[in-house]
């Protein structure tokens, strides 16, 4: 399949964040989201825990593996690993700030490298047959865009990259933390979309900025994929909308409790085979952002979810908990409708 068919929207990589569980249940909202694990350092899956570091279900396809590094026979290696473990596309990171990976010479720092670059995808596409992709930034600290973003796709290309994924901001790797790296620097989509009219033939997927469905929407003429990070975390709810709106397809939910029961056998799986259930909970906190309940529902999901043996029925209490608040508003509405106060 090409990456244009399933790579039309997807959920981004983000450290602590896209675990497992955590795709386990962004799968229950979206069919065909392009789901991303954590980074994982080459380092890691060649000589650590592979099954700890790289292990999914079946269920959570599409899903693509990010990789940090920048030796290229270990990515290589890294990369036929990912392969083997059945991922249906391989991702070198070139836009993390943080200071680990400076350190490590990978991530953001490779702006300033992209032969560099183009060596580990040479070596990666040497060794796969899953697509390989970049996720990058437009520039680093004062480097002009125009020419940094150009020299780094000049090189992946020759290389035989697959796709790029641009977060539309620099990243500043002195003087600004990777919290602050996510926001502070201007957003430049037109740079982005600059570089898709350079590259027509080739996949070209935007980050950075984007919060709703609808701004995602209005990407799609410019770019062939988009890509959204917090906001798909923290409002995970806009995900049921993404199947018919990018896939053209039927959504797989239509109400939020539907999800949750339709997630609820993951969870009973997963406390059967000894996780926390707080560690499966604590990616549902935003389902129910801007609901009428949705503070008890985090308290409910936090709080009662590390308690000693704790279990599902904390799920079910949040879930009775915030039909009871819905319940309420919608009397005091119709109250204030009654009343003559309503509706102006």
Not at 10 to 27: G, K, L, Q, Y
Not at 240 to 266: I, K, L
Request: net charge negative; charged share 25%; with cysteine.
């Amino acid at each position: 399949m090409q990456m244009s068919q399933y790579a039309r929207f997807a959920v981004a990589p983000m450290m602590e964040w896209t675990d497992p569980n955590c795709r386990a249940f962004h799968r229950t909202l979206s069919r065909h989201a392009l789901l991303y694990t954590e980074m994982v350092a080459s380092a890691a899956v060649v000589h650590g825990d592979r099954q700890r570091l790289l292990g999914f279900r079946d269920l959570e396809h599409p899903v693509a593996c990010q990789l940090g590094g920048s030796d290229p026979g270990q990515l290589a290696e890294a990369a036929r690993i990912v392969e083997d473990f059945g991922y249906d596309e391989v991702n070198l990171n070139v836009g993390c700030p943080s200071d680990r990976v400076q350190s490590g010479r990978f991530g953001a720092c490779l702006m300033r490298e992209p032969e560099l670059v183009a060596e580990c995808v040479s070596a990666m596409k040497a060794v796969v047959r899953i697509p390989v992709t970049v996720k990058c930034r437009i520039g680093v600290d004062d480097q002009d865009p125009e020419v940094a973003l150009d020299a780094l796709a000049d090189a992946v290309v020759a290389s035989g990259v697959d796709g790029l994924w641009v977060h539309a901001r620099k990243a500043w790797l002195k003087g600004l933390s990777p919290k602050e790296n996510r926001d502070i620097p201007p957003l430049d989509y037109d740079r982005v979309y600059r570089l898709k009219r350079r590259f027509p033939d080739l996949f070209i997927g935007i980050n950075g900025g984007i919060g709703s469905l609808e701004e995602a929407s209005a990407q799609m003429p410019h770019v062939d994929g988009v890509m959204l990070g917090r906001a798909a975390y923290h409002d995970p709810w806009l995900l049921a909308g993404v199947d018919s709106r990018f896939y053209g397809t039927a959504d797989p939910v239509a109400s939020r409790v539907e999800a949750v029961e339709h997630f609820r056998p993951f969870i009973l799986e997963r406390l059967k085979e000894g996780a926390r259930v707080n560690q499966l909970l604590r990616h549902m906190l935003g389902l129910y952002h801007g609901v009428p309940g949705a503070r008890a529902w985090r308290r409910r999901l936090t709080v009662d979810a590390v308690r000693p043996g704790a279990g599902v029925e904390v799920l079910d209490t949040a879930l009775a908990e915030i039909g009871e608040a819905t319940l309420d508003k919608a009397a005091g509405l119709g109250q204030l409708e009654m009343t003559g106060t309503g509706g102006r």
